[in-house]
Protein backbone atom coordinates (compact mmCIF):
# COMPACT_ATOMS: atom_id res chain seq x y z
CA UNK A 1 0.00 0.00 0.00
CA UNK A 2 1.61 3.55 -0.73
CA UNK A 3 0.83 6.65 1.29
CA UNK A 4 1.35 9.40 -1.07
CA UNK A 5 -1.61 11.26 -1.12
CA UNK A 6 -3.46 10.96 -4.74
CA UNK A 7 -3.82 14.31 -6.46
CA UNK A 8 -6.41 15.88 -8.44
CA UNK A 9 -5.95 15.84 -12.10
CA UNK A 10 -9.57 17.30 -13.86
CA UNK A 11 -12.22 18.66 -11.52
CA UNK A 12 -15.59 18.58 -14.18
CA UNK A 13 -19.16 19.26 -13.03
CA UNK A 14 -20.10 16.60 -11.60
CA UNK A 15 -16.86 13.99 -11.40
CA UNK A 16 -13.54 14.86 -10.26
CA UNK A 17 -10.74 12.67 -11.59
CA UNK A 18 -7.58 11.62 -9.24
CA UNK A 19 -4.40 9.80 -9.59
CA UNK A 20 -1.99 8.25 -7.09
CA UNK A 21 1.20 6.72 -8.08
CA UNK A 22 -0.50 3.58 -9.15
CA UNK A 23 -3.72 4.28 -10.17
CA UNK A 24 -6.38 6.65 -11.54
CA UNK A 25 -10.11 7.16 -10.79
CA UNK A 26 -12.72 9.04 -10.73
CA UNK A 27 -14.82 10.46 -7.23
CA UNK A 28 -18.37 12.16 -7.03
CA UNK A 29 -17.81 15.91 -6.75
CA UNK A 30 -20.93 15.96 -3.79
CA UNK A 31 -21.53 12.35 -2.76
CA UNK A 32 -19.43 9.51 -2.82
CA UNK A 33 -22.58 7.28 -2.10
CA UNK A 34 -25.34 5.68 -4.26
CA UNK A 35 -28.24 3.65 -3.98
CA UNK A 36 -30.35 1.02 -5.59
CA UNK A 37 -33.66 -0.48 -5.21
CA UNK A 38 -34.66 -3.88 -5.79
CA UNK A 39 -38.91 -2.79 -5.81
CA UNK A 40 -42.00 -5.40 -5.93
CA UNK A 41 -45.33 -4.78 -6.33
CA UNK A 42 -48.06 -6.15 -4.46
CA UNK A 43 -48.47 -8.16 -7.20
CA UNK A 44 -45.02 -9.45 -7.29
CA UNK A 45 -43.51 -7.40 -9.79
CA UNK A 46 -40.27 -5.67 -10.34
CA UNK A 47 -39.55 -2.22 -11.00
CA UNK A 48 -36.91 -2.13 -13.73
CA UNK A 49 -36.16 1.71 -15.31
CA UNK A 50 -34.27 1.90 -18.69
CA UNK A 51 -32.39 5.32 -20.23
CA UNK A 52 -30.12 5.67 -22.56
CA UNK A 53 -26.73 6.04 -20.96
CA UNK A 54 -24.08 8.42 -22.87
CA UNK A 55 -21.06 6.14 -21.09
CA UNK A 56 -21.99 3.17 -22.69
CA UNK A 57 -24.02 4.78 -25.94
CA UNK A 58 -26.85 2.35 -25.36
CA UNK A 59 -30.27 1.69 -23.58
CA UNK A 60 -29.68 0.33 -20.09
CA UNK A 61 -32.36 -1.91 -18.01
CA UNK A 62 -31.36 -1.44 -14.06
CA UNK A 63 -32.79 -1.04 -11.07
CA UNK A 64 -34.63 2.63 -9.54
CA UNK A 65 -30.68 4.12 -8.43
CA UNK A 66 -29.41 7.93 -7.58
CA UNK A 67 -26.98 9.60 -5.55
CA UNK A 68 -27.26 9.82 -2.07
CA UNK A 69 -27.12 13.25 -0.38
CA UNK A 70 -25.99 15.36 -3.61
CA UNK A 71 -28.56 18.27 -3.09
CA UNK A 72 -29.35 18.10 0.83
CA UNK A 73 -27.82 15.68 3.85
CA UNK A 74 -29.94 12.30 3.98
CA UNK A 75 -29.34 8.80 4.68
CA UNK A 76 -29.17 5.64 2.00
CA UNK A 77 -32.92 4.64 3.15
CA UNK A 78 -34.14 8.31 2.15
CA UNK A 79 -32.73 8.55 -0.80
CA UNK A 80 -33.93 4.79 -2.23
CA UNK A 81 -36.84 6.26 -1.35
CA UNK A 82 -36.61 9.55 -3.19
CA UNK A 83 -34.87 7.93 -6.41
CA UNK A 84 -37.72 5.24 -6.55
CA UNK A 85 -40.93 8.20 -6.39
CA UNK A 86 -38.81 10.84 -8.74
CA UNK A 87 -38.04 7.72 -11.31
CA UNK A 88 -41.15 5.46 -11.20
CA UNK A 89 -43.80 7.53 -9.17
CA UNK A 90 -44.16 4.46 -7.02
CA UNK A 91 -43.17 4.63 -3.32
CA UNK A 92 -42.04 2.04 -0.71
CA UNK A 93 -43.26 0.51 1.80
CA UNK A 94 -40.95 -1.62 3.98
CA UNK A 95 -36.90 -0.85 2.63
CA UNK A 96 -34.86 -3.82 3.68
CA UNK A 97 -30.94 -3.53 2.86
CA UNK A 98 -29.82 -6.68 0.68
CA UNK A 99 -25.78 -5.28 0.32
CA UNK A 100 -23.48 -2.48 0.78
CA UNK A 101 -20.03 -1.96 -1.27
CA UNK A 102 -18.36 -0.61 -4.18
CA UNK A 103 -20.34 -0.04 -7.44
CA UNK A 104 -16.86 -0.62 -9.96
CA UNK A 105 -14.08 -0.16 -8.02
CA UNK A 106 -11.15 -0.33 -10.14
CA UNK A 107 -12.65 3.21 -11.56
CA UNK A 108 -14.52 4.27 -9.03
CA UNK A 109 -14.25 5.49 -5.38
CA UNK A 110 -18.36 5.10 -5.10
CA UNK A 111 -19.85 2.68 -2.49
CA UNK A 112 -23.61 1.78 -3.30
CA UNK A 113 -26.65 0.34 -0.86
CA UNK A 114 -29.29 -2.02 -2.42
CA UNK A 115 -32.43 -2.41 -0.76
CA UNK A 116 -35.43 -4.67 -1.20
CA UNK A 117 -38.50 -2.69 -1.65
CA UNK A 118 -41.84 -4.18 -0.21
CA UNK A 119 -45.20 -2.97 -0.87
CA UNK A 120 -44.60 -0.74 -3.06
CA UNK A 121 -47.78 1.32 -4.36
CA UNK A 122 -48.55 3.31 -7.39
CA UNK A 123 -48.60 7.11 -6.26
CA UNK A 124 -48.42 9.07 -9.40
CA UNK A 125 -46.36 10.30 -11.86
CA UNK A 126 -42.53 10.05 -12.19
CA UNK A 127 -41.24 13.28 -11.07
CA UNK A 128 -38.17 15.83 -11.36
CA UNK A 129 -35.77 15.76 -14.22
CA UNK A 130 -36.34 11.89 -14.61
CA UNK A 131 -39.97 12.66 -16.12
CA UNK A 132 -39.52 11.46 -19.71
CA UNK A 133 -35.91 10.19 -19.92
CA UNK A 134 -36.69 7.10 -18.11
CA UNK A 135 -38.77 4.39 -18.53
CA UNK A 136 -40.22 1.87 -16.20
CA UNK A 137 -41.02 -1.66 -17.24
CA UNK A 138 -42.93 -3.52 -14.06
CA UNK A 139 -42.62 -7.27 -14.76
CA UNK A 140 -43.37 -10.12 -13.05
CA UNK A 141 -40.87 -11.26 -11.02
CA UNK A 142 -40.82 -15.01 -11.96
CA UNK A 143 -40.47 -13.52 -15.66
CA UNK A 144 -37.83 -11.50 -15.19
CA UNK A 145 -34.66 -13.48 -16.23
CA UNK A 146 -36.23 -14.18 -19.23
CA UNK A 147 -37.25 -10.97 -19.86
CA UNK A 148 -34.53 -9.65 -19.68
CA UNK A 149 -32.46 -12.00 -21.59
CA UNK A 150 -35.23 -11.10 -25.07
CA UNK A 151 -33.99 -7.65 -24.08
CA UNK A 152 -30.23 -7.91 -24.36
CA UNK A 153 -31.02 -9.87 -27.36
CA UNK A 154 -32.35 -6.58 -28.54
CA UNK A 155 -29.12 -4.80 -27.75
CA UNK A 156 -30.19 -3.24 -24.49
CA UNK A 157 -27.57 -3.99 -21.91
CA UNK A 158 -28.32 -5.06 -18.48
CA UNK A 159 -26.69 -3.68 -14.74
CA UNK A 160 -25.41 -6.55 -13.68
CA UNK A 161 -26.42 -4.85 -10.26
CA UNK A 162 -29.91 -6.32 -11.48
CA UNK A 163 -29.11 -9.93 -11.45
CA UNK A 164 -27.44 -9.43 -7.92
CA UNK A 165 -30.18 -7.89 -6.63
CA UNK A 166 -32.41 -10.85 -8.19
CA UNK A 167 -29.59 -13.65 -6.36
CA UNK A 168 -30.05 -11.55 -2.88
CA UNK A 169 -33.94 -10.95 -2.79
CA UNK A 170 -34.33 -14.95 -3.36
CA UNK A 171 -32.27 -15.61 -0.17
Not at 64 to 73: C, I, L, N, Q, T
Not at 90 to 104: I, N, Q, R, V
Not at 114 to 131: K, L, S
Request: net charge negative; charged share 35%.
Amino acid sequence: MNDAKPAVVYEGEHLVFVKSPSWEWVERRRAPHATFVFALTEADELLVTEEYCDPVRARVLSLPAGVVGDERPESPEEAARRELREETGYAAGKLEKLAEGPTSSGVSSEIATMFRARGVRREGPPRGEERGRILLHVVPRVEVPDWLSREERKGKLVDPKLWAALFLASR
